[in-house]
């Protein structure tokens, strides 16, 4: 038998940031995102061998352990060895069996789109298959921010992990003790089938360090720093204001609502833009896009910018001058997926 399952990564659309302690804790976080087809998937395959075999096909790296152990978290390939030795010791695995479990993820770590918690609640939900474990989508997203914040302490948020768990349109509500409110959106498909077509989806061809930012972003909070605390302000509220108009089909508004919220994210921490992150984004604004993003924590991965009319494609074309590309994708409305062959 093998075992199987993939999740979606996301493009963050508005409130990017508001989901990380301690400003959700102190003031309540939102933010709405979309899943899309790109994917992290998650295969466990038993081998004769009393050995657990870890694979990171996209990274071009393999590991070999002794069954029957907990993993050593030594910076290779630790989100899937966190979530084994949770899953070693939360639910148990059969002794004296092996097996491989295979991992491969659409987009580069650090992109932007949310990589390192999708694969983390792929791994789990290959495991939840294997060994039927009654997990709810709730369940699966604490489970997986509790891997990776807690359990490895890696900095970051929680809108990944719901998002890939979950899959669709959301605005995510997010407030102390780890409480997370997930509202699926109710998007007429003209309206959806018009926002894909007008945002493009580029990747800058370099990629960041997260954490750094993400631990800059919480000193500030800590520190009671007005500005960025004020800009968090002003996300939450670009985050209602992004539901409204997805909802209410008012969708030509949303370059001008990105742009707001690029304006505001700048202000939270000082590595979150960087002189190739303005160049491109000027250059996709004066050829037609209304507003941009970046995603993610910042400071490179991938960037999204809505095009009105038919601006795309002279969006585009001006994006070839640089390293980068345009990456194509749709919206997908399924979360997390796991199945047995």
Same mark, same amino acid.
């Given at each position: 038998?093998?075992?199987?399952?993939?999740?979606?990564?996301?493009?963050?659309?508005?409130?990017?940031?508001?989901?990380?302690?301690?400003?959700?804790?102190?003031?309540?976080?939102?933010?709405?995102?979309?899943?899309?087809?790109?994917?992290?998937?998650?295969?466990?395959?038993?081998?004769?061998?009393?050995?657990?075999?870890?694979?990171?096909?996209?990274?071009?790296?393999?590991?070999?352990?002794?069954?029957?152990? *907990?993993?050593?978290?030594?910076?290779?390939?630790?989100?899937?060895?966190?979530?084994?030795?949770?899953?070693?010791?939360?639910?148990?695995?059969?002794?004296?069996?092996? +097996?491989?479990?295979?991992? +491969?993820?659409?987009?580069?770590?650090?992109?932007?789109?949310?990589?390192?918690?999708?694969?983390?609640?792929?791994?789990?939900?290959?495991?939840?298959?294997?060994?039927?474990?009654?997990?709810?989508?709730?369940?699966?997203?604490?489970?997986?921010?509790?891997?990776?914040?807690?359990? *490895?302490?890696?900095?970051?948020?929680?809108?990944?992990?719901?998002?890939?768990?979950?899959?669709?349109?959301?605005?995510?509500?997010?407030?102390?003790?780890?409480?997370?409110?997930?509202?699926? *959106?109710?998007?007429?498909?003209?309206?959806?089938?018009?926002?894909?077509?007008?945002?493009?989806?580029?990747?800058?061809?370099?990629?960041?360090?997260?954490?750094?930012?993400?631990?800059?972003?919480?000193?500030?909070?800590?520190?009671?720093?007005?500005?960025?605390?004020?800009?968090?302000?002003?996300?939450?509220?670009?985050?209602?204001?992004?539901?409204?108009?997805?909802?209410?089909?008012?969708?030509?508004?949303?370059?001008?609502?990105?742009?707001?919220? +690029?304006?505001?994210?700048?202000?939270?921490?000082?590595?979150?833009?960087?002189?190739?992150?303005?160049?491109?984004?000027?250059?996709?604004?004066?050829?037609?896009?209304?507003?941009?993003?970046?995603?993610?924590?910042?400071?490179?991965? +991938?960037?999204?910018?809505?095009?009105?009319?038919?601006?795309?494609?002279?969006?585009?074309?001006?994006?070839?001058?640089?390293?980068?590309?345009?990456?194509?994708?749709?919206?997908?409305?399924?979360?997390?997926?796991?199945?047995?062959?």
């Amino acid at each position: 038998m093998i075992y199987r399952s993939k999740a979606p990564l996301r493009i963050g659309l508005a409130g990017g940031g508001t989901d990380v302690s301690p400003y959700c804790d102190l003031h309540g976080g939102a933010i709405l995102n979309a899943t899309i087809s790109l994917y992290a998937y998650a295969h466990i395959e038993p081998i004769h061998q009393q050995e657990i075999v870890l694979e990171a096909a996209d990274r071009k790296e393999i590991l070999h352990y002794p069954a029957d152990q *907990l993993l050593p978290l030594d910076g290779r390939l630790d989100l899937l060895k966190g979530v084994y030795n949770r899953i070693k010791q939360d639910y148990g695995l059969p002794a004296g069996k092996g +097996f491989k479990l295979q991992t +491969f993820v659409d987009a580069p770590a650090g992109s932007g789109l949310g990589t390192s918690s999708t694969l983390v609640v792929a791994v789990i939900g290959v495991f939840a298959e294997m060994l039927k474990l009654p997990l709810g989508e709730y369940d699966i997203a604490r489970y997986a921010f509790d891997i990776e914040r807690k359990y *490895l302490e890696l900095a970051g948020g929680r809108q990944d992990q719901y998002a890939a768990t979950f899959g669709g349109v959301n605005y995510m509500e997010f407030y102390a003790h780890d409480k997370v409110i997930v509202n699926p *959106l109710r998007i007429r498909s003209e309206y959806l089938r018009e926002l894909e077509n007008n945002l493009v989806l580029f990747y800058t061809a370099s990629n960041r360090e997260s954490a750094a930012i993400i631990k800059e972003q919480q000193k500030n909070v800590h520190e009671k720093r007005e500005t960025p605390i004020e800009a968090m302000h002003q996300l939450k509220e670009q985050s209602r204001w992004m539901k409204e108009a997805l909802l209410t089909g008012r969708i030509n508004e949303i370059g001008e609502i990105l742009d707001f919220g +690029f304006k505001q994210k700048r202000k939270m921490a000082a590595n979150i833009s960087n002189p190739l992150i303005e160049e491109i984004y000027d250059t996709a604004k004066k050829s037609g896009a209304s507003g941009g993003k970046i995603s993610g924590a910042g400071g490179g991965g +991938f960037m999204v910018f809505y095009c009105p009319g038919n601006t795309r494609y002279r969006v585009i074309d001006a994006l070839s001058e640089f390293e980068g590309e345009v990456k194509q994708y749709t919206f997908t409305k399924s979360g997390l997926l796991s199945w047995s062959v």
